[in-house]
C-alpha cells in the first residue's frame, strides 16, 4: 500500500488539488471573477502545503471527504486498489504480461518476506518449472496490439529456451549414465580378465 501510494503520488495530488480547490472557491464566485479564476497567494499556499502534507492514504481520503472507517481501514484500501486493478485491466487502459505465479516470483526478489499466495501453493508443476527456469522479465503493461505482439514473442522465445535447456539437460544426464555404465562395464571386464589369468596360473 506504501509503495502504491508512493508511486501514484502525482495523480493523488492532483485528485486532491482539484477537489481541494472546488472547496476553496465555493461561494467565492464574485471574487474569483475579480482575479479571473486565480486564487489569492494566501489560499493557494495553505491549502497546496496541505496537499503536499499528505503521506498516508487515510490524510488522502480525508483530503478528498471520503474518510475511511477507523477498523479495517487498511483492508478497504487494498479491495479498492484491487478493484482499480481489474477493471483498469477490464477497460484496456493496461495489459498485464504474468500469471499470479509468475508475479509472485518476480516480487519474492525483491520483499523475501511476503506470503505465498494460494495459486502458488495449489500448483506445484507450473511452480516448480518457475523455481528451475526463472520468469521472462521486462514485458510491457501497456495495452495495445503492437504491445502484446512483443510480450508474445519474448515469452515465445523464453519458452524455446527453456525446452532447449531441458533437453540438453536430459542429454547429460543420459550421457553421465551411458559413462558410468561403460566405465562399470570396462572395470568388470578387467577384473574378470584379471580372474582369467589369476585361474589360468592356479
Known sequence: ????????????????????????VKGKEDDMD????????EMNIS??????AAKTWNVFFDMIDSPL??????????DMLIYAVKDSEISGYHQNPYTNNELFHLRRKHEAKI?????????????????????????TFRPGNKNKGGNDNKSSSFS???????????????????????????????????GGRGGGIK
Open 1 to 24: 500500500m506504501k509503495e502504491t501510494f508512493t508511486q501514484s503520488g502525482t495523480s493523488l495530488r492532483l485528485v486532491m488539488f482539484q477537489v481541494s480547490f472546488l472547496k476553496m
Open 34 to 41: 475579480r482575479r479571473y479564476g486565480y486564487s489569492s497567494n
Open 47 to 52: 491549502f497546496i502545503k496541505k496537499i503536499y
Open 69 to 78: 472507517p477507523e477498523k479495517n481501514c487498511e483492508s478497504e484500501v487494498c
Open 115 to 139: 506470503p505465498a499466495p494460494s495459486s502458488w501453493l495449489n500448483n506445484e508443476n507450473e511452480t516448480a518449472k518457475i523455481d528451475k527456469y526463472g520468469v521472462m522479465q521486462f514485458l
Open 160 to 194: 524455446e529456451f527453456r525446452k532447449d535447456n531441458n533437453i540438453k539437460n536430459i542429454n547429460i544426464n543420459n550421457n553421465n549414465r551411458g559413462s558410468y555404465r561403460d566405465g562399470g562395464l570396462g572395470r568388470l571386464g578387467r577384473r574378470g580378465r584379471r
